[in-house]
């Protein structure tokens, strides 16, 4: 996915394509993790003797759960914000700083660059900005690849407001506990090695 993505020439659905992955990524990985909680909490109130699991096995695999479902979530949405940066450099609607200098037709969407107005009979979303974008190209952006500006003009989304239905909060939040996670993976080595630091310069043990 990370070659289509980074190709000098990408294919229309190749946006598609990535996001469709990456959602499936990120969906195995919320249900590992998710499941894992589950199982561990229910492991702490002994509910599973009642299926005559050993509890030391009953929290391995909630553990096990739990882990590889934060791990593979934290990389897959890594790869994806990637996979997005390139895809959008190639699309070249979107430029870093300011508006792009190539106009968009307000029929075309500009992260997959595919008809709006075909009778595919797929949802359109209109941000608060008035651009419109497919509902599975403007879902992948924003949640997969960890976007919260506009795919066009930069200007910020709300996700809350943009994204109203119930089956949508539990990917935001859990998006939001994949960041936290990587960032807390990311600086603990700093933060234990300025406490170290700092108790060795004040003669602590």
């Known amino acids: 996915m990370v070659y289509l993505a980074s190709k000098k020439r990408i294919s229309t ?34 509910v599973n003797l009642l299926f005559l699991l050993p509890t030391k096995v009953a929290m391995d695999i ?3 759960a739990l882990f590889y479902g934060l791990y593979y979530g934290v990389i897959a949405r890594d790869f994806a914000e990637v996979c997005t940066n390139k895809m959008a450099a190639q699309i070249a609607y979107r430029v870093p700083h300011g508006m792009p200098v190539r106009r968009i037709d307000p029929s075309i969407c ?6 709006l107005t075909t009778d595919s009979g797929e949802k ?18 924003c949640i997969i690849g960890k976007k919260d500006t506009c795919p066009y003009c930069n200007e910020k989304v709300n996700l809350k407001q943009t994204f109203t239905n119930p089956w949508d909060k539990p990917h935001i939040l859990y998006g939001n506990l994949l960041d936290w996670v990587r960032y807390l993976v990311a600086w603990q080595p700093v933060i234990l090695g300025f406490v170290q ?9």
């Open 197 to 205: 630091l700092l108790n060795t310069a004040l003669g602590l043990q």
């Open 13 to 46: 659905t190749t946006p598609r394509r990535v996001y469709r992955w990456f959602l499936f990524i990120h969906t195995i990985s919320y249900i590992l993790g998710v499941g894992g909680y589950i199982l561990m909490m229910l492991t702490f109130f002994q």
């Open 110 to 115: 500009s992260i997959c660059t595919n008809d």
């Open 62 to 64: 909630a553990m096990l």
């Open 124 to 141: 359109v979303h209109r941000l608060n900005c008035t651009h419109v974008f497919h509902d599975f190209c403007i879902r992948g952006w």
